[in-house]
């Protein structure tokens, strides 16, 4: 079926590192795959020296 309709070629994912990352990260996997798409990560988070250690 996603041969039929190629609505998306890429498709971006913004994410903050926290508890559901991995969750959020196999659900925006599959719709990737359902649209033949690439996936994109994107880290929205700010950077700070608490965050980096």
Same mark, same amino acid.
């Not at 079926?1 to 498709?11: D, G, L, N, V």
């Not at 994912?13 to 659900?27: D, I, M, P, R, T």
């Not at 795959?33 to 020296?49: G, M």
């Given at each position: 079926?996603?041969?039929?309709?190629?609505?998306?070629?890429?498709?971006s *994912?913004?994410? =903050?590192?926290? +508890?559901? $990352?991995? #969750?959020?990260?196999?659900?925006a996997?599959?719709?990737?795959? *359902?649209?033949? =798409?690439?996936? +994109?990560? $994107?880290? #929205?988070?700010?950077?700070?020296?608490?965050?980096?250690?």
């Open positions: 079926m996603a041969s039929i309709i190629q609505a998306f070629k890429t498709i *994912f913004g994410f =903050a590192f926290s +508890l559901s $990352l991995q #969750v959020n990260v196999f659900e996997t599959p719709v990737a795959a *359902f649209f033949e =798409a690439k996936l +994109l990560f $994107l880290d #929205v988070e700010e950077k700070n020296a608490a965050k980096e250690k």
